[in-house]
């Protein structure tokens, strides 16, 4: 093996990482959540305010990354007086702990346009690892402008224990485990 000199090393540092950094697009973005309400219906809602950033490396899938922010005074379950009490001090407290954040810490490809995501969410103040499972739905050139922008989507589930985060209220009568569905379009940058 031939050595490789100083100046080829540093330029070989210097090239740019095969990753493409997308933006999430708040106007095609979803997160939802379901809760059970005492056995007898179910609530549906979901955060309006979400945005995050996706390093993509398609060779490479598992060394791409995801940064997602949530406001969780964005909560919308469709009742204003619901809203209220679940950004207050007895569910998510958005006065405290007025951000939530996702940061991957690994990827895991599945199938071919599947895998699983897991990263520390942080919630309420506490940080605890989720994966999501995902699915890749497309890439192509958005149709709706006359510019040529990339689009990716994608869509994934999770289940989480809102007791794990600290919010522990209510456990026995509103549910304790909470499914999370999530869609969404990103833009290349």
Known sequence: MKPISIAAALALLATPA????????TSHVYVGFEVDHLGFSTTYGRFNDVSGTIELDEENPEASSVEVKIDPASVDTGHKERDEH??????????????MTFKSTSIERTGEKTGKITGDLTLHGVTKPVTLDTTFTKKGTYPMTEEKIEVIGFNATTTLKRSDFGMDKWT???G??????????????
Request: hydrophobic share 40%; net charge negative; aromatic share 8%.
């Open 18 to 25: 095969l990753a493409d950094t997308y933006r999430i697009d």
């Open 86 to 99: 679940v950004r207050g001090e007895d569910l998510l407290n958005v006065a405290e702990y007025p951000q």
């Open 172 to 174: 026995a009568m509103i």
């Open 176 to 189: 304790d485990e909470i499914p999370i569905t999530i869609s969404f379009e990103a833009h290349k940058q």
